[in-house]
C-alpha cells in the first residue's frame, strides 16, 4: 500500500520561508520520480517542481525555480520542497505526488499514479 502524507505548511508573511515535506511508505520511494503540485483558490491544479529518484534531474515551475528548491533523502522515504521568498501569488493547497517505480521526472499531472492529501500554504501580511 503506498501512501504520501505532507506536512509543513501554514501561515507565513511575503518574503518568508517554508520547507514541505513529504513522507511515503510503500517502500517504492527510492526507485520513483516524485513531484510536488499546487491549487490556488479558484484554479487549476498545476505543476511545482519534480525530482528524480538520484535527486540529479530537477524541474521546477518558471516562477519558482530561483525561490523554491526540491530535494529528497531516500534514507528516510522523504522528499522536500524548501520555499523562499514567498509571495502572495504562492498561496495554495500544496500537494506531492509518486510517479510509481518510474525514474523519470514529468510536469504532466496524469502521470503520477498516487497523491497526498495536500497542506496549504498561505502567504499574506
Known amino acids: 500500500q503506498v501512501s504520501l502524507v505532507e506536512s509543513g505548511g501554514g501561515l507565513v508573511q511575503p518574503g518568508g520561508s517554508l520547507r514541505l515535506s513529504c513522507k511515503v511508505s510503500?517502500?517504492?520511494?527510492?526507485?520513483?520520480?516524485m513531484g510536488w503540485f499546487r491549487r490556488a483558490p479558484g484554479k487549476e491544479r498545476e505543476f511545482v517542481a519534480a525530482?528524480?529518484?538520484?535527486?540529479?534531474?530537477?524541474e521546477y515551475l518558471y516562477s519558482v525555480k530561483d525561490r523554491f528548491t526540491i530535494t529528497r533523502d531516500n534514507a528516510k522515504n522523504t522528499m522536500y520542497l524548501q520555499m523562499d521568498d514567498l509571495k502572495p501569488e504562492d498561496t495554495a493547497v500544496y500537494y506531492c505526488?509518486?510517479?510509481?517505480?518510474?525514474?523519470?521526472?514529468?510536469?504532466?499531472?496524469?502521470?503520477?499514479?498516487?497523491w497526498g492529501q495536500g497542506t496549504q500554504v498561505t502567504v499574506s501580511s
Open positions: 510503500g517502500g517504492i520511494f527510492s526507485v520513483s520520480a
Open positions: 505526488a509518486v510517479r510509481l517505480r518510474v525514474p523519470f521526472t514529468t510536469r504532466l499531472e496524469g502521470d503520477y499514479h498516487y
Open positions: 525530482g528524480s529518484p538520484s535527486g540529479l534531474t530537477k
